[in-house]
């Protein structure tokens, strides 16, 4: 079965620096996604990504983040310069088309960072 | 200062049982809906969805309920084994075929399952 997959699924990087979280999506998706879960809290949006552009960000979603397709099959995640609080589960997720019934976002298993 | 994680409301079972779990959502303007499974360590995982025209949903051993007139939404797990045990969560969204792939998700409810 096709799967979103994630690498690292932990990376620990010092307050400042800067990450790259990785995610290959589903290989015929369209709509790609980041999400974040700090631990024992709610899953929240990031950013949608279509055709090349994001479509949608959330308030999280601030300069210090942003998103590439570099290779048409890859997506990342980069976060310029960590805080502390950015340390959480980030989640990577694609669908095929726009989210509606029948068309399920598939997410990967996630990178854990923690910033110290 | 710390950042301490919300408290996940728990529902515990006896396996062969059926499980009720339940949401409520905020956005009376949420027109599409979905649950998911989220086992530890692992990603959300899609069960079952529903549109906001209809209120019962069925698929294999999960049915989905949604009461819009009070924004709550139900998934009932008929016969529930162990390996259902896990965080479930539901999700929202607000735009239905085109206005925004945004999913909004809830607290979640730990499902623990009593052999």
């Known amino acids: 079965e096709p799967e979103v997959t994630q690498t690292p699924s932990h990376q620990v990087t010092q307050m400042g620096q800067e990450v790259i979280l990785r995610c290959v999506p589903i290989s015929n998706h369209l709509y790609f996604y980041w999400y974040r879960q700090i631990l024992g809290q709610k899953v929240e949006f990031l950013v949608s990504f279509y055709n090349n552009e994001i479509s949608e960000k959330s308030e999280i979603f601030d300069d210090q983040f942003s998103v590439e397709r570099p290779d048409g099959s890859n997506f990342t995640l980069k976060i310029r310069s960590t805080k502390l609080e950015d340390s959480a589960m980030y989640f990577c997720?694609?669908?095929?088309?726009?989210?509606?019934?029948?068309?399920?976002?598939?997410f990967g298993q996630g990178t854990r960072l923690t910033v110290v | 200062g710390e950042n301490v994680g919300l408290h996940l409301p728990t529902l515990s079972v006896q396996e062969g049982d059926n499980s009720i779990i339940n949401c409520a959502y905020s956005?009376?303007?949420?027109?599409?809906f979905i649950w998911y499974k989220q086992e530890s360590g692992k990603g959300p995982q899609f069960i079952i969805d529903?549109?906001?025209?209809?209120d019962k949903r069925q698929g294999q051993r999960v049915t989905v309920l949604l009461n819009k007139t009070v924004k709550h939404l139900s998934l009932q797990i008929a016969a529930t084994q162990p390996g259902d045990s896990a965080v479930y969560f539901c999700?929202?969204?607000?735009?239905?075929?085109?206005?925004?792939?945004?999913?909004?998700f809830g607290t979640g409810t730990l499902l623990a399952v009593q052999p």
């Open positions: 956005n009376s303007a949420s027109d599409y």
């Open positions: 997720a694609s669908s095929l088309r726009q989210i509606q019934m029948n068309t399920e976002a598939f």
């Open positions: 999700a929202e969204n607000t735009g239905y075929g085109g206005a925004t792939n945004k999913l909004i």
């Open positions: 529903i549109r906001s025209n209809m």
